[in-house]
T-cell receptor, first 113, second 114 residues
Framework: AQTVTQSQPEMSVQEAETVTLSCTYD???????LFWYKQPPSRQMILVIR??????QNATENRFSVNFQKAAKSFSLKISDSQLGDAAMYFC??????????FGTGTSLTVIP | EAGVTQFPSHSVIEKGQTVTLRCDPI?????LYWYRRVMGKEIKFLLH????????ESGMPNNRFLAERTGGTYSTLKVQPAELEDSGVYFC????????????FGPGTRLTVT
């Protein structure tokens, strides 16, 4: 069974600094998607970044980038120049063929002014 | 374009009562998904509709949960009778027909069973 592990329940970062959130997953498949979702307090989850497993290049979206290590089954999220609005719960997710998502337990990120 | 909406945002019921959660997907999205997050744990898949048909309901915990999507538009998730362990946040998501990896989530319904 596929599992997604986020080993950091809580993280904090100083405003304007960089933080990395960890995620590992377990799968026997070779083709899949990985995602990072962000859920601000009392608001809905929004997609931060998506990575396709067959692409070797790490995905980047403005200040957000990933370090995708397929062999190690690792998918970390780096947030550069952290802003107050980045404070949220971050979920790592894996999608197998057939649309079902598997999520981690989440990492609560605090941004310190 | 309106996003995925869910109603109610919060529901508190007693054990043994019935609750119905509603999800309105993004207009035109054939795929609709239900997920649940129990406090402190991972978000778990419950089921997946393609239009009005259940494509995958492997995550439904037991027969106290009934999901419907009449007409392929909005969906309801009924819990009857509710148990304490059903407490959590229920998320709905939708995606276009051929882009299941583009799931847009609703804000969730927080269900508390006392």
């Amino acid at each position: 069974a596929q599992t997604v592990t986020q080993s950091q329940p809580e993280m904090s970062v100083q405003e304007a600094e960089t933080v990395t959130l960890s995620c590992t997953y377990d799968t026997s498949e070779s083709d899949y998607y990985l995602f990072w979702y962000k859920q601000p307090p009392s608001r809905q989850m929004i997609l931060v970044i998506r990575q396709e497993a067959y692409k070797q290049q790490n995905a980047t979206e403005n200040r957000f980038s990933v370090n995708f290590q397929k062999a190690a089954k690792s998918f970390s999220l780096k947030i550069s120049d952290s802003q107050l609005g980045d404070a949220a719960m971050y979920f790592c997710a894996y999608r197998r063929i057939g649309n079902q998502f598997y999520f981690g337990t989440g990492t609560s990120l605090t941004v310190i002014p | 374009e309106a996003g995925v909406t869910q109603f109610p945002s919060h529901s508190v019921i007693e054990k043994g009562q019935t609750v119905t959660l509603r999800c309105d997907p993004i207009s035109g999205h054939d795929n609709l998904y239900w997920y649940r997050r129990v406090m402190g744990k991972e978000i778990k898949f419950l089921l997946h509709f393609v239009k009005e048909s259940k494509q995958d309901e492997s995550g439904m915990p037991n027969n106290r949960f009934l999901a419907e999507r009449t007409g392929g538009t909005y969906s309801t998730l009924k819990v009857q009778p509710a148990e304490l362990e059903d407490s959590g946040v229920y998320f709905c998501a939708s995606s276009p027909r051929d882009r299941g990896y583009e799931q847009y989530f609703g804000p969730g319904t927080r269900l508390t069973v006392t």
